[in-house]
């Protein structure tokens, strides 16, 4: 075996690796998958972990972007600055100033139908001031 095919053999085991990780669980919705990339991954300044999403559950979506779009989602961390945030029931109590506040940890997805583009029960819709 030569240098370079053991290269491209990790090569190819980092990337079957990464293709695991960001793949969306059968039944998680658009909004934990994309939650759990960002926390893993961060935002790139575009809708690239609902747009994956997209194309591996339900590639026929394309109004999807402009759905995002139209709630103010331009890119995967502003869907849940403008967008959706965590549904009441998953808020958890600060107990120093007795808020409502997201959880360190959202609860595992609630789940959705397989095709489906839109958020669990665990989220709600951003309601604009
Ligand atoms: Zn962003
Ligand atoms: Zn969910």
Redesign the pocket.
């Known amino acids: 075996m030569t240098d370079s095919s053991l290269v491209s053999e990790a090569e190819e085991h980092v990337r079957q690796h990464a293709e695991a990780l960001t793949q969306p669980g059968t039944?998680?919705?658009?909004?934990?998958?994309v939650?759990r990339m960002l926390d893993t991954f961060g935002c790139d300044e575009t809708l690239r972990w609902a747009r994956r999403f997209r194309d591996l559950r339900s590639p026929r979506a394309d109004g999807l972007e402009r759905r995002l779009g139209a709630m103010g989602g331009f890119c995967d961390c502003e869907i849940f600055l403008n967008g959706i945030r965590p549904a009441r029931h998953v808020l958890v109590r600060d107990i120093d100033t007795d808020e409502l506040e997201t959880p360190e940890e959202?609860p595992?997805?609630?789940?959705?139908h397989s095709t489906s583009t839109r958020?669990?029960?665990?989220?709600e819709r951003v309601r604009r001031r």
Do not use: H
Not at 27 to 33: H, S, T, V
Not at 119 to 123: L, T
């Open positions: 039944a998680e919705c658009l909004g934990c998958y939650a959202l595992d997805c609630a789940g959705v958020p669990c029960g665990n989220w």
